[in-house]
């Protein structure tokens, strides 16, 4: 190999490793949680608990569709899975609004609420797209006390879903 060819092959060697741990990371197309009352992620994301990644990307909780994890089955969202981590609890009443920020929009099959071990809510978009927030009034029937609410988007055109769970004390 010429000396020059030599040269260049090593420092294309020493470079390549910076410049991919320097470039910005893609983003994924769809993303959201619930922002109000606020949920675990928004919790993390505004410093009122202590929580690992999630802190930096409370919308990204995306899993296959059908878990009951806060967490979406992701490992290092683990932290919202844990029911003892200190969550502001929301005293919220019998009928409340849920509001979604979305960071992405995403073709929705529907949105799922659950509480007490049994939905709650589900309302069906059939595929359309939401703005940029997306809010619903979710009642919570014969349910009182304190309650974890299992909020999911349940994404149209992939086999995935968003998860959230939200702490709130119904009165």
């Not at 992405?104 to 595929?127: L, M, R, V």
């Amino acid at each position: 190999m010429h000396p020059k060819r030599k040269i260049a092959a090593a420092v294309g060697a020493v470079l390549a490793p910076v410049l991919a741990v320097s470039l910005p990371a893609s983003s994924a197309s769809a993303h959201g949680y619930v922002s109000s009352p606020p949920s675990r992620q928004a919790q993390c994301a505004a410093g009122t608990v202590k929580c690992g990644d999630i802190t930096y990307e409370p919308q990204s909780v995306e899993g296959p569709k059908g878990l009951t994890s806060c967490s979406g089955g992701i490992a290092r969202f683990s932290d919202l899975d844990d029911d003892s981590k200190g969550w502001t609890v929301t005293p919220v009443s019998s009928t409340t609004e849920f509001k979604w920020t979305l960071t992405a929009q995403h073709a929705t099959s529907t949105w799922q609420y659950f509480a007490g071990g049994q939905k709650i809510a589900e309302f069906n978009d059939n595929g359309a797209k939401p703005g940029a927030t997306v809010t619903h009034s979710v009642n919570f029937g014969s349910l009182k006390g304190k309650q974890k609410v299992l909020a999911v988007w349940n994404i149209a055109d992939t086999a995935n879903a968003f998860y959230t769970c939200v702490d709130v004390n119904v009165g």
